[in-house]
């Protein structure tokens, strides 16, 4: 019995020991046991886990199904899916460029919300042609969700107010506003949604024919790809990502070392925001082309367990994006070819949420099986 305790956990540290490897091998675990216990769950309502998993998977355009609508494929699913990831990828950028300085933005889908409420009603009702009303959108969108995020950094700044209370009040503030606009002068009557978008103004390209197909092609996907590359090489190349992170650790020793913490907090909010506005403009003016009343995202929210997952590594959001959004996107597939329950999805989610907020604990515990296998 000692022998097999021994054997365990030296395998545990042969597996989880390496801090090099540590940042792939505990998100794999978490996966794995986030899956196992969405398994156990289907296994108790007595479905297959199995080909639960492989309808997530066509859901998303991963897998073929076993028919098609006209004019339809695995390849209009995918695009599909990929206009569905956008908005996740700068959702959890924001997130990870907020964590950077020490700061819990948890308001990043008030932040969505005002980006594409202020950019559907300056661009979105305009008559703009295509080559000035797409790049307006965003720049308009950019502009809002920096301005929230901003104002968020300078309450934290100027006041000490602590940035989780204000953004989730801000959060109840964007809501009521917009909605208060939204179903006083651009309801539709028959959605109860704000009017949908000018074409011209929308970032996903709706029912574009290619060949016997008609897809949505998300134009945002390219800049999402982009802003990883750019908030990675602001975090590890540049001054200010450096003096983001000292503050991070500690405010008072970075104010000691002449780093001017109360603009780096407000510079961080604002990054953080003007990603969270691209977000919402990939959202609400790329995949969904209108606005629900009264109601925020979810995007904003699971990105925190997105960026989490991802290690608030810009390249890890680009993975862990993928499989929040497949189980998110998947489950309704899921739900309707297996009979099972779409909440599963959010089961695994909050699972993957929960084991990812202890991987400093699990790193913990594999330091101390390897200081005894050393002794």
């Known amino acids: 019995m000692h022998k097999k305790k021994n054997g365990l956990r030296q395998g545990i540290v042969k597996v989880f020991g390496n801090p090099r490897h540590q940042n792939v091998t505990i998100p794999v675990f978490t996966i794995l046991i986030a899956l196992l216990v969405g398994s156990v769950i289907l296994l108790a309502l007595g479905k297959n886990p199995l080909g639960a998993y492989y309808n997530l998977l066509q859901g998303c355009g991963l897998a073929p199904k076993a028919s098609y609508a006209g004019h339809k494929n695995i390849l209009t699913d995918f695009m599909n899916f990929l206009s569905y990831l956008t908005p996740m990828i700068f959702a959890a950028l924001a997130f990870a460029v907020s964590m950077r300085s020490g700061l819990f933005n948890i308001g990043i889908s008030g932040q969505m919300l005002a980006a594409g409420f202020a950019a559907t009603v300056t661009v979105g009702y305009s008559t703009l042609p295509a080559a000035l009303a797409k790049p307006l959108a965003v ?126 907090l407000v510079l961080t909010m604002l990054i953080s925001g003007a ?86 604990y699990i790193k913990y515990r594999v330091a101390r099986l390897a200081d005894r296998e050393e002794g």
């Open 275 to 360: 990603l969270a506005g691209l977000a919402g403009v990939t959202y609400y003016l790329g995949y969904f082309g209108s606005i629900r009343p009264r109601a925020l995202c979810d995007t904003g929210f699971d990105a925190i367990a997105v960026c989490l997952l991802g290690n608030c590594n810009p390249v890890g959001i680009i993975f862990s994006s993928l499989l929040i959004t497949l189980i998110d996107k998947g489950s309704t597939y899921m739900s309707s070819t297996a009979g099972g329950q779409a909440e599963i999805s959010d089961v695994i989610t909050g699972v993957i949420l929960l084991f990812s907020a202890c991987t400093a």
């Open 139 to 264: 720049l308009v969108g950019v502009a809002a969700g920096a301005a929230v995020g901003g104002l968020i950094g300078f309450f934290k700044y100027r006041f000490n107010i602590n940035e989780v209370v204000s953004s989730i009040m801000l959060n109840y503030i964007l809501q009521y506003v917009c909605s208060f606009f939204i179903n006083t002068y651009f309801v539709d009557a028959v959605s109860r949604q704000s009017k949908a978008v000018s074409a011209a103004s929308r970032l996903t390209l709706v029912d574009t024919a290619v060949g016997d197909l008609k897809m949505d092609i998300p134009l945002g996907i390219l800049l999402a790809l982009l802003a990883v590359a750019a908030v990675k090489f602001l975090m590890d190349r540049t001054k200010l990502g450096y003096e983001m992170k000292a503050v991070g650790f500690s405010g008072s020793a970075s104010q000691y070392a002449g780093i001017r913490v109360g603009k780096n």
